[in-house]
């Protein structure tokens, strides 16, 4: 049975972009069946393009389009992870997974870089490891 995992931050453009195609790299080496989603409260109309670029350069493709979070998608998640999203703005009372990363404008490698061992270590902590 798949897990749902939504990653949610302000725009759905950058850092859940990234946290989705690094976790979906990460589950699918540890033989995790999950389904993804990305949102965030205040949607850009397109995925950033700095960001989009490094992850194609990094050989990735990023499977989705910024969208509004919605009840639906909280409603639907097994774990619901916050890249630097205020929980307030997440509609949901289940537990949000917060993880702290730098600005990708104050830092683009070191958010990448962050945001990368997190998926890593959420889809071992998710498989068991």
């Known amino acids: 049975m798949s897990q749902h ?3 949610v931050c302000p725009h759905a453009a950058g850092k859940s972009l990234l946290a989705a ?5 990460a589950a699918a080496r540890v033989g995790l069946d999950v389904v993804i989603t990305v949102a965030g409260p205040e949607p850009d109309p397109q995925n950033m393009a ?3 670029q490094a ?4 050989g990735y493709t990023i499977g989705w389009k910024p969208q509004l979070i919605d009840q639906s998608h909280t409603d639907a998640a097994d774990v619901i992870v916050s890249v630097g999203c ?5 509609p949901t009372s289940k537990p949000i997974v917060a993880w702290s990363t730098p600005m990708l404008s104050d830092d683009f490698n070191a958010a990448m870089n962050i945001i990368y061992a997190h998926a890593e270590a959420l889809a071992g902590e998710l498989a068991g490891r």
Do not use: G, K, M, S
Not at 55 to 58: D, G, L, S, V
Not at 86 to 90: G, H, K
């Open 5 to 7: 995992i939504l990653f």
């Open 21 to 25: 195609t690094y976790f979906r790299a």
């Open 50 to 52: 700095n960001v989009q």
């Open 55 to 58: 992850i194609e350069r990094q």
């Open 86 to 90: 205020d929980p307030q703005v997440i």
